[in-house]
């Protein structure tokens, strides 16, 4: 199977909240294999997760992290492509006004980079990069 998707770290947590998703939960379950999440992804998570206070849901979050989201998702890098890209979005964007978050862009420009579609559950957060495709798994497929 083919990648087509990069998870941007809110679908991730949407999957592993204390409440999952559903949706996002099903959509993994469909797509999972066709999914990637960016090294920026990866950090936020590892990051958010050391943060947490010592305790049996830190310690059951960090074991989902290591057993699961690591052996299930390809983890692509920021690199040179990805960088030439967000580089030339952040002037074009600039220039209008409209300045990005840096880590979403380099989300973003991995999503690019790598021709993926980019999940979040924040897809405002997205909509200003030029010629990124942008999906949201939280909202319920109508039809379905």
């Known amino acids: 199977m083919t990648l087509e998707y990069l998870l941007d770290t809110s ?24 999914c990637a999440i960016a090294s920026i992804v990866w950090h936020e998570l590892l990051y958010g997760c050391a943060r947490l206070v010592p305790s049996r849901r830190r310690a059951i979050l960090e074991a989902f992290l290591q057993d699961v989201v690591k052996t299930s998702f390809l983890i692509l890098p ?7 890209w967000h580089a030339s979005e952040r002037v074009r964007l600039e220039a209008v006004g409209k300045p990005a978050p840096f880590v979403d862009g380099q989300i973003a420009a991995v999503a690019f980079s790598n021709q993926l579609t980019l999940v979040t559950a924040n897809p405002r957060d997205f909509r200003s990069f030029a010629d990124l495709e942008v999906q949201d798994w939280t909202k319920r497929r109508r039809g379905k």
């Open 11 to 34: 679908t991730v947590s949407a999957a592993i909240a204390k409440v999952p998703n559903l949706d996002v939960v099903k959509r993994l379950e469909e797509h999972g294999a066709e």
């Open 78 to 84: 920021y690199d040179d492509k990805a960088a030439r």
